[in-house]
C-alpha cells in the first residue's frame, strides 16, 4: 500500500461534504442527489441500455443494431452503428455558429490567434483531403508531434474524419522516447512543428524528429506547421510545409463512415515494465464517454468560455476539449506554455481577459498558484470563473481550500476526478451543481460506471478500508487492445477475472466518495503524467557506469511526485562530483525532461531479498524517513540497510 496509508485515513475520517455553490443549469438529466444516485443504479444494472441513450444524443449515419456485446476483456458498444467523430465536433456546430469563435490559442509570447467554426471546418477538411492525396486511407497511422497550436486540432480531426489512426506523442519526448513510440506505431505521415515555445526558450522539434525517424521506414512524409520564423532542415520529397500542402489541395474531403468499435487513436502510456504501451481507443466509443464526462465534470455549454489547460500529448486534452468538449459548442481557450510564465500572473491574466467560465486543470496547477500568493491574483478580475475541474493526482485538501475560499472566494465550484488513460475518462467525479464535493476525494462514480474497491483475492473490502480500485462492468472509453499487443492487454488488465485492475489503491468512504491513494505498481505521476519508473531504470543502465538501478517516487508539495535514483556502479568505473548531473541529464535526454531525478544517489549494494528482486519500497522508505519500517525478513543482507542510512544522508 502506498507510503502515508495511515496519515490519508485519518483525513479521509475527517472529511467534509461541501454542497455546490453553483445551482444545476438544467443540461444533465437530474439535479439532486438522491436523482443522481437513483440513475447510477439504473445503469449499473443496464449499461448498454444507459450508453445507448448517451449515443443517441450525438449524429449517426446508419444506427446500431446493439448496445453492448460481450465483456471483459471482449466487448463491444453501439454494434454495427456508423458515424463520424469530426462530425460530432466541427459539422454540429455549423448551422448556427460558423461564423462565432471556436478556438481561441493563447501564446506564451503574447497575442492569440482565432478560428471559427466554419474555419476549423474548412482546414479540417482540406488537410484530410491533403492526407489522402497523400496516400493515407482508413486503418492508416499518423504521427500528430504537435504542441497546443490549432492546426493541432485540425491534424486530429482531419484523421477522423479519412478514418486514420492517430498516435498523438508528447511534444517534449526526447530523441531515443519519441523513436520508440513512432517505430512501434508505423506512421505513414508526421505532423509536427519547426519548434515549440516553452518559458522563452524554443524547442527544436523538427530537428528532434529528424534524428528519430531516419531509422523508421514507415514514414513517407513529415508535414511540418510553421510555430516560429525559424527556418529547419527539409528533405526534398518528404518534408513539406503546412501551408503549402494547405495552397496546394483541391477540395475537401466528406467525412467517412465508420463503424463504432473501430480504433480512433492510439496514446503510448508508461507500463509496468520498461517497454511503454499503445493504447487503443474506438473512435466513436471514445467519443460518445468522454461527451458524456464532459457533460457531467463540466456541465459545458455553448455559452460557455473554457480553457482545458493540459499539453495535447496526455489524455486529458483529447478527453476534456479535442473531442470530448467539441461537441458542446463552446469557446475553447488553450495555451502554449508555462503557466506562470513570463509572470506568476499569467493563469489569472488569461482567464481575466478572455472572461473564461470554466478550467479544466491539474492539481499540480493550482500548487503552483498557491505557492506565489494572493498578490499575484488579487489585481484580476475574476468573476467569470465558475468551475476548476481537475485530473491526474490526488488534491491535497490544504490547496482545495486555498482554491475555494481564497482564491475563489466561495463560488468556485472545484471538482476533482480521477482516471488513466486506459479509462478514456474520468469516471469519478462530482456531476457538476447537483453532487457535494469532498475536499481530496475524486468525488463519486458517474452513471454508467460500475466499480468496486477489493482485495488481493478480488474480494469487496468493506467502505473505510484500503483496497484495490478494479471496474466490474465495460463503458464506451476504455481502452480496447494494446497496439500489436492484445495478449498483453489481457494480461495486464484482466488478471483477476472479470474485473479491470486499476492498480492504484483506493478507499470508498460512507457517503460513495472515491479516495484515490496512490500507485500498487512502478508508475509514479509527476505533474499529472504518467512516468514509468521501469523506463527510467531501463535508460539508467545504459550508461556504462551503472551496475544496478532503482528508481522510486517521493512526494513533493508542488508536483504531486518526483523520481529519486538508485545507483550501484561497475567495478573499477569512476565517477566524478559531476555523476549526479550527468545522471539527471541522461534522463532528460532519454525520455522527458519531466522525468529528471530530483535526487541520485549512489549506494554501494541494494536491498535484495533472497530471489534477488531489490525492494524498493525500503530505499522509498529511507530516503523519505531516514528508516525502514516494513518487513525486512525477506532481505538477502538485513545488514544493507545500515549502510544505506549512513549513505543516503546526503542527496546529490
Known amino acids: 500500500m502506498p507510503e502515508g496509508e495511515a496519515e490519508a485515513l485519518a483525513l479521509i475520517a475527517q472529511s467534509y461534504l461541501v454542497p455546490p455553490p453553483n445551482r444545476p443549469s438544467g443540461r444533465l438529466p437530474v439535479d439532486t442527489l438522491d436523482g443522481f444516485r437513483t440513475l447510477s443504479r439504473q445503469s449499473e444494472k443496464d449499461p448498454g441500455a444507459y450508453w445507448a441513450q448517451v449515443a443517441r444524443e450525438l449524429s449517426w449515419f446508419e444506427p446500431w443494431q446493439h448496445d453492448l456485446t460481450g465483456s471483459f476483456p471482449e466487448f463491444q458498444f453501439f454494434v454495427g452503428g456508423r458515424g463520424n467523430v469530426s462530425v460530432n465536433c466541427i459539422d454540429r456546430h455549423l448551422a448556427n455558429r460558423r461564423d462565432r469563435p471556436a478556438l481561441v490559442h493563447v501564446l506564451e509570447e503574447g497575442g492569440e490567434r482565432v478560428w471559427s467554426w466554419g474555419e476549423f471546418h474548412q482546414v479540417t477538411a482540406t488537410f484530410a483531403q491533403a492526407l489522402h492525396d497523400m496516400g493515407v486511407r482508413t486503418g492508416d497511422t499518423v504521427a500528430i508531434y504537435l504542441p497546443n497550436l490549432l492546426e493541432t486540432f485540425a491534424a486530429t480531426h482531419a484523421c477522423y474524419r479519412l478514418g486514420a489512426v492517430y498516435n ?15 517505430a512501434d506505431t508505423e506512421p505513414r505521415v508526421v505532423v509536427t512543428a519547426n519548434e515549440a515555445v516553452r518559458r522563452g526558450r524554443r524547442l527544436p522539434l523538427k530537428r528532434t524528429l529528424d534524428q528519430a525517424v531516419a531509422r523508421v521506414e514507415s514514414v513517407e512524409h513529415v508535414v511540418v506547421v510553421r510555430r516560429t520564423d525559424a527556418e529547419v532542415p527539409m528533405t526534398p520529397g518528404r518534408d513539406l510545409y503546412w501551408d503549402d500542402v494547405l495552397k496546394a489541395t483541391t477540395g475537401q474531403l466528406a467525412p467517412v463512415s465508420l463503424e463504432a468499435n473501430a480504433p480512433g487513436f492510439i496514446i503510448v502510456t508508461s507500463g509496468t515494465t520498461s517497454k511503454p504501451k499503445g493504447l487503443v481507443h474506438a473512435g466513436l466509443g471514445f467519443l460518445t464517454g468522454a461527451y458524456h464526462n464532459v457533460k457531467w465534470a463540466l456541465d459545458l455549454g455553448p455559452d460557455d468560455v473554457y480553457w482545458c489547460t493540459a499539453d495535447v500529448g496526455w489524455l ?29 500572473d499569467r493563469f489569472y491574466r488569461i482567464v481575466a481577459e478572455h472572461r473564461v467560465t470554466k478550467v479544466f486543470t491539474a ?15 488579487a489585481p484580476h478580475d475574476l468573476s467569470s470563473l465558475r468551475l476548476i475541474s481537475l485530473v491526474g493526482e490526488p488534491l ?55 466499480f468496486a474497491v477489493v482485495d488481493e483475492q478480488g474480494q469487496p473490502v468493506a467502505p473505510g478500508q484500503v483496497g484495490q480500485l478494479v471496474i466490474t462492468k465495460p463503458f464506451p472509453t476504455l481502452a480496447r487492445t494494446i497496439w500489436k499487443d492484445h495478449e498483453r492487454y489481457r494480461r495486464e488488465y484482466f488478471r483477476q477475472s472479470g474485473l479491470y485492475g486499476s492498480y492504484d489503491s483506493a478507499v470508498l468512504d460512507g457517503d460513495g466518495h472515491v479516495w484515490v491513494l496512490g500507485r500498487i505498481d512502478d508508475v509514479i505521476n509527476v505533474a499529472a503524467h504518467r512516468l514509468s519508473t521501469m523506463e527510467m531504470e531501463s535508460a539508467l543502465l545504459t550508461m556504462p557506469e551503472v551496475a544496478e538501478a532503482a528508481v522510486v517516487g517521493i512526494s513533493d508539495p508542488i508536483r504531486g511526485q518526483v523520481p529519486v535514483a ?57 530516503v523519505v524517513s531516514g528508516t525502514a519500517t516494513g518487513d525486512i525478513t525477506g532481505l538477502e543482507d538485513p545488514d544493507v540497510l545500515d549502510r544505506l542510512r549512513t549513505q543516503l544522508g546526503t542527496p546529490q
Open 396 to 450: 491535497d485538501q490544504t490547496t482545495w481550500e486555498w482554491v475555494f475560499r481564497d482564491m475563489g472566494q466561495g463560488r468556485i465550484e472545484i471538482n476533482n476526478t480521477y482516471g488513466q488513460s486506459e479509462t478514456g475518462s474520468a469516471w469519478t467525479s462530482s456531476a457538476v451543481g447537483v453532487t457535494p464535493a469532498k475536499p481530496g476525494s475524486c468525488g463519486m462514480a458517474l452513471p454508467g460506471h460500475a
Open 316 to 344: 486529458t486534452f483529447p478527453i476534456f476539449e479535442l473531442v470530448g468538449g467539441l461537441p458542446f459548442g463552446a469557446t475553447y481557450v488553450f495555451y502554449d506554455g508555462a503557466l506562470d510564465f513570463p509572470e506568476p
Open 168 to 182: 498523438i506523442i508528447f511534444s517534449g519526448f526526447s530523441v531515443d522516447a519519441l523513436y520508440e513510440r513512432l
Open 363 to 377: 492539481p499540480t496547477a493550482l500548487r503552483m498558484l498557491a505557492r506565489y500568493g494572493p498578490e499575484w491574483y
Open 566 to 622: 538508485f545507483l550501484t556502479v561497475r567495478a573499477g568505473a569512476r565517477v566524478g562530483v559531476d555523476f549526479a548531473d550527468r545522471v539527471k541529464a541522461h534522463i532528460a535526454d532519454t525520455i522527458a525532461p519531466i522525468a529528471r531525478p530530483a535526487q541520485v544517489h549512489v549506494i554501494d549494494a541494494m536491498p535484495k531479498t533472497r530471489s534477488g528482486k531489490i525492494v524498493r519500497r525500503l530505499l522509498r522508505e529511507l
